[in-house]
């Protein structure tokens, strides 16, 4: 399905009150049942990047289940011998993470602290909702096998093209909700690694700052013909996935998945199921990357992985006429 020319207004005003939203599951595209483009495949995907001549999508499999919710390999540094995950806070924490069919435990970087395994991201004394989760890959199991993850080292434009991925439950019997207009109800999520990465398209719509000063940045799930054309919202376990901006001719992580609500014009707790207009909060991540590279330091991919190369770049923007 190739993308259109353009894009339309973006709404002036973001209401104060966004942020009454329910954590971010499965990411949903506008279809019979919230499938759309067979959107648990990793060749649908590269099919339709190929088809629109934009690169390959080299971090399938850096997406992770990690615990309830979603994680993002980000890479291993090869001074210390330690791998690293991003997630968010907000999701029930883990002790280990599953990698290509190995298990790796979490190295507690606050050990008079036992219920914490990972590093909180803050910038300027504002809690960020990003996790940082670092494990050994000096022992028994192998250093996984997948590509670094590149992350912006740009602040994402209104309008910038951006897939989104996370682990999530796929929609199914979810919760009973008065929003009867919403398509797609939600599954119940789990902690089954089986469960498979999802992906669909978006666009930065906003960026948003809270009242404490964390960023965000927020997508608009728009129906099938619409927006991309193949629009994604993200639904119950995809927090702490990610959002992967096209940024001069390759993917860049932009944002984790943070939070999702129905919209400016209904600003009350009501979220299950998704209907179209809802919103997406991702935190922004360029806005503490430094952060991030402070602790992690120079991440390298596993040496023999091989990062798929890209396609013809052609220039994308949206059209936006709903």
């Given at each position: 399905?190739?993308?259109t020319?353009?894009?339309?207004?973006?709404?002036?005003?973001?209401?104060?009150?966004?942020?009454?939203?329910?954590?971010?599951?499965?990411?949903?595209?506008?279809?019979?049942?919230g499938d759309g483009?067979?959107?648990?495949?990793?060749?649908?995907?590269?099919a339709?990047?190929?088809?629109?001549?934009?690169?390959?999508?080299?971090?399938?499999?850096?997406m992770?289940?990690?615990?309830?919710?979603?994680?993002?390999?980000?890479?291993?540094?090869?001074n210390?011998?330690?791998?690293?995950?991003?997630?968010?806070e907000?999701?029930?924490?883990g002790?280990?993470?599953?990698?290509?069919?190995?298990?790796?435990?979490f190295?507690?970087?606050?050990?008079?602290?036992?219920?914490v395994?990972?590093?909180?991201?803050?910038?300027?004394?504002?809690?960020?909702?990003?996790?940082?989760?670092?494990?050994?890959v000096?022992?028994?199991n192998?250093i996984?096998?997948?590509?670094?993850?590149?992350?912006?080292?740009?602040?994402?434009?209104?309008?910038?093209?951006?897939?989104?991925?996370?682990r999530?439950?796929?929609?199914?019997?979810?919760?009973?909700?008065e929003?009867?207009t919403a398509?797609?109800?939600?599954?119940?999520?789990?902690?089954?690694?089986?469960?498979?990465?999802?992906?669909?398209?978006?666009?930065?719509?906003?960026?948003?700052t809270?009242?404490?000063g964390?960023?965000?940045?927020?997508?608009?799930?728009?129906?099938?013909?619409?927006?991309?054309?193949?629009?994604?919202?993200?639904?119950?376990?995809?927090?702490?996935?990610?959002?992967?901006?096209?940024?001069?001719?390759?993917?860049?992580?932009?944002?984790?998945?943070?939070a999702?609500?129905?919209?400016?014009?209904?600003?009350d707790?009501?979220?299950?199921?998704?209907?179209?207009?809802?919103?997406?909060?991702?935190?922004n991540?360029?806005?503490?990357r430094?952060?991030?590279i402070?602790?992690?330091?120079?991440?390298?991919?596993?040496?023999?992985?091989?990062?798929?190369?890209?396609?013809?770049?052609?220039?994308?923007?949206?059209?936006?006429?709903?």
């Open positions: 399905m190739p993308f020319d353009g894009h339309r207004a973006l709404r002036a005003l973001l209401m104060s009150s966004l942020l009454m939203t329910g954590s971010a599951s499965a990411i949903i595209v506008g279809g019979s049942s483009t067979n959107n648990a495949s990793e060749a649908g995907l590269q339709i990047l190929q088809n629109n001549a934009l690169p390959a999508f080299p971090y399938f499999g850096n992770l289940r990690y615990s309830d919710a979603s994680g993002i390999y980000l890479g291993y540094n090869s210390t011998m330690e791998g690293w995950v991003l997630s968010a907000h999701i029930t924490e002790t280990g993470i599953k990698i290509g069919g190995y298990t790796y435990s190295i507690d970087p606050q050990p008079s602290d036992s219920n395994n990972g590093t909180r991201i803050v910038s300027s004394s504002v809690n960020t909702d990003l996790m940082l989760y670092k494990f050994s000096t022992g028994s192998p996984p096998a997948l590509p670094k993850v590149d992350i912006i080292d740009s602040a994402p434009s209104i309008g910038s093209l951006l897939i989104m991925a996370g999530g439950m796929r929609s199914g019997a979810g919760t009973v909700s929003d009867v398509p797609y109800s939600w599954g119940t999520p789990g902690t089954s690694d089986t469960v498979p990465m999802r992906w669909g398209f978006n666009q930065v719509e906003f960026n948003h809270d009242a404490a964390a960023k965000y940045f927020i997508t608009d799930f728009d129906a099938p013909g619409l927006g991309t054309g193949i629009d994604g919202q993200a639904a119950l376990g995809d927090s702490g996935g990610g959002a992967f901006i096209y940024d001069q001719g390759s993917w860049k992580l932009g944002g984790v998945a943070y999702v609500s129905d919209g400016p014009l209904d600003v707790t009501l979220y299950n199921p998704t209907g179209f207009g809802d919103y997406t909060l991702y935190t991540v360029f806005t503490y430094s952060e991030i402070s602790l992690t330091g120079t991440l390298v991919p596993e040496p023999s992985s091989i990062i798929l190369g890209g396609f013809g770049v052609l220039a994308v923007t949206m059209r936006r006429r709903r």
